[in-house]
């Protein structure tokens, strides 16, 4: 049985696109609609293409509807498995299906760093037409440079800190007083940074911060309180 590289293999599938994949579409637009934040996205051919380059014969990927308009889509890479939802919205009827779908596939995949690099975009204005609701240019910004040569400034102590062995316990228990099974609470902590974790005494605050959030908002679905682990 082969071992998984899972912080070098999530450093491969977090690598952004290349440029000629990168498309751009309207987001929110200025009061009197005449320019829109430009976000850029890929198509999930592109998203399909990493994980066969990255992971060949070792991904799948499961659909399931979910009421009317929505769609739950599991991702597993090697014996991992991370799932997101994806909704037709607007869509045009014909394509509804189709559309929610693409959504919750991409949305599956930045739980393992495949495709967040468009999240960290700067937000650029565009002319545009409300007409068409398209664009009428795109920004001249490349948001394609490589993660592993991207310029930093140092990291900062919420991302080098660890938590130690009594926090970890404290943050086991307010998981479980979350409803959040025990044997569980890696897999809930991997899904709520998107990254693969196997121990909480060596988690970094960043990454502490990202999971308590996520069990506070399982939590209240419960209407459980919790305390904050000190």
Request: net charge positive; aromatic share 8%; proline share 6%.
């Amino acid at each position: 049985m082969n071992i998984v590289d899972w912080h070098d293999l999530i450093a491969q599938l977090s690598e952004p696109f290349p440029a000629d994949q990168i498309k751009w579409r309207a987001g929110a637009t200025n009061r009197d609609k005449t320019k829109a934040i430009a976000l850029p996205y890929a198509e999930a051919r592109a998203y399909e293409d990493r994980l066969n380059t990255t992971c060949p014969g070792n991904w799948h990927v499961d659909f399931q509807p979910w009421g009317d308009n929505r769609i739950i889509c599991r991702l597993t890479i090697h014996n991992l498995t991370r799932s997101s939802t994806g909704e037709a919205g607007d869509a045009n009827p014909d394509i509804a299906g189709t559309s929610a779908e693409a959504q919750a596939f991409k949305r599956a995949c930045s739980k393992y760093g495949l495709g967040r690099f468009l999240y960290d975009a700067p937000t650029n204005w565009v002319a545009y037409d409300p007409k068409t609701k398209r664009l009428l240019n795109t920004p001249s910004v490349n948001i394609t440079a490589p993660v592993a040569t991207a310029v930093k400034t140092g990291p900062n102590r919420s991302e080098t800190i660890a938590l130690g062995k009594e926090r970890a316990v404290a943050m086991h228990r307010e998981l479980a007083r979350a409803g959040v099974p025990r044997s569980t609470h890696y897999a809930f902590a991997s899904e709520a940074t998107g990254k693969f974790i196997s121990c909480f005494a060596t988690l970094n605050e960043q990454d502490a911060a990202i999971i308590w959030a996520a069990a506070k908002q399982s939590a209240s679905s419960q209407n459980v309180a919790l305390a904050t682990p000190a």
